[in-house]
């Protein structure tokens, strides 16, 4: 009986340190909030309320957020994101940046490869001069529905396009499905290993002009060295780095700002 209470002790004592470690790593890193969130209590979350993290921001939001208030819409995901539950989301650092250079390159014409719950289709419609046009491309029928409706509960409705389907499928559909001339601005958020194929297939497909701009998120985290490697030696493209954190996290990430002049030499700046 003593020993038998022994072995229970000293196993009751091992899974209490485990615990313990595993909250001070979590607590202390970063990457390992992140990917404790994601990988256990998202799918614990999703199984008890039968919702995925998207559509639990998309109902904070409708029960918080202003209806037809954009930045209501943004500032509400943030909170959400701070104090309920990470999310992939461009966030506010990268989203101030983002926003900055869509108001410097002031589009008629833009492209989201990624729209996950609607967060960046807000932020960039809501800076659009009236009569521009937003499409954002995702292969989730969840999170499209999702982001629909929060660009809808933004009032920004009339100048987002949503389009569901993977980009390799829809890209080169954009000129005559959706009568697409040529793109001023391109955010790209999807999956990483994409990030550098699409931009090709963007190319191919006669979608940028000169002067067109892409911004790239995650591009250190979870990064994406392919495309920078594309972008900043393939002659193609003028190259701007802007280092900033993970969304909601203090781990190093950056945009990636690259503007298509064709054939000519390259100039990438480091900030």
Request: hydrophobic share 40%; with cysteine.
């Amino acid at each position: 009986m003593v020993v038998a209470s022994t072995v229970v002790f000293s196993v009751s004592g091992v899974l209490l340190a485990a615990g313990l470690l595993l909250f001070v790593l979590i607590r202390n890193n970063d990457l390992a909030a992140i990917l404790w969130n994601e990988l256990v209590l998202e799918r614990i979350a999703d199984f008890f309320m039968c919702l995925t993290k998207e559509e639990r921001i998309r109902d904070y939001v409708l029960q918080n957020a202003v209806k037809g208030d954009p930045q209501s819409v943004i500032d509400t995901i943030d909170k959400y994101c701070y104090e309920k539950e990470w999310a992939m989301n461009v966030g506010d650092e990268k989203g101030s940046i983002l926003d900055k250079i869509v108001v410097e390159t002031n589009p008629s014409m833009c492209l989201e490869l990624g729209a996950y719950c609607g967060y960046s289709a807000v932020r960039i419609a809501r800076l659009l001069k009236p009569g521009s046009r937003l499409i954002s491309v995702d292969i989730s029928t969840t999170r499209l529905r999702v982001a629909k409706q929060m660009v809808e509960h933004a009032g920004l409705q009339d100048k987002v396009q949503f389009v569901e389907g993977p980009s390799n499928e829809v890209i080169p559909q954009l000129k005559k499905k959706y009568e697409v001339d040529t793109f001023d601005f391109v955010f790209i958020d999807h999956v990483k290993d994409e990030y550098r194929a699409d931009t090709k297939r963007l190319e191919k497909s006669g979608l940028l002009k000169k002067g067109s701009v892409l911004v790239a998120d995650n591009v250190i985290w979870p990064g994406a060295p392919e495309f920078l490697q594309y972008v900043r030696t393939s002659g193609r493209y003028d190259c701007t780095n802007y280092p900033a954190h993970v969304e909601y996290s203090k781990k190093e990430d950056a945009l990636e700002k690259a503007v298509f002049r064709g054939g000519a030499p390259i100039t990438c700046l480091l900030l």
